[in-house]
Nanobody, 125 residues
């Protein structure tokens, strides 16, 4: 069983900062790309930022220069530092991991596109 547990969401004023964390746990063998997505009301889920196991990153144009994604491979954890937050950043933020896990009973390995449960970020005065 693999789980992604997010934390760090909340209410913040415009111009403020928040740091999201997402820890992956379970029978994980290897994690490739980790990413943050977000979904605002009545909008589609969109990619915010992604980071490979080697540390290469990419960002949505709307967050470039304000958000920073990082990861700790030893802890299977990804972070999203969000600065200069704007009301338009209000959304549920989801963690995503492209990973390989060990199947129970010694049956080998399998791939999984895992998702967290989401954490709400509200930017409002």
């Amino acid at each position: 069983q693999v789980q992604l547990l997010e934390s760090g969401g909340g209410l913040v004023q415009p111009g403020g900062s928040l740091r999201l964390s997402c820890a992956a746990s379970g029978n994980i063998f290897r994690i490739h790309t980790m990413a943050w997505y977000r979904q605002a009301p009545v909008k589609q889920r969109e990619l915010v930022a992604a980071i490979t196991s080697g540390g290469s990153t990419n960002y949505a144009d709307s967050v470039k220069g304000r958000f920073t994604i990082s990861r700790d491979n030893a802890k299977n954890t990804v972070y999203l530092q969000m600065n200069s937050l704007e009301p338009e950043d209000t959304a549920v933020y989801y963690c995503n991991a492209d990973l390989i896990y060990r199947v129970d009973y010694g049956l080998g390995y399998d791939a999984l596109d895992a998702w967290g449960q989401g954490t709400l970020v509200t930017v409002s005065s």
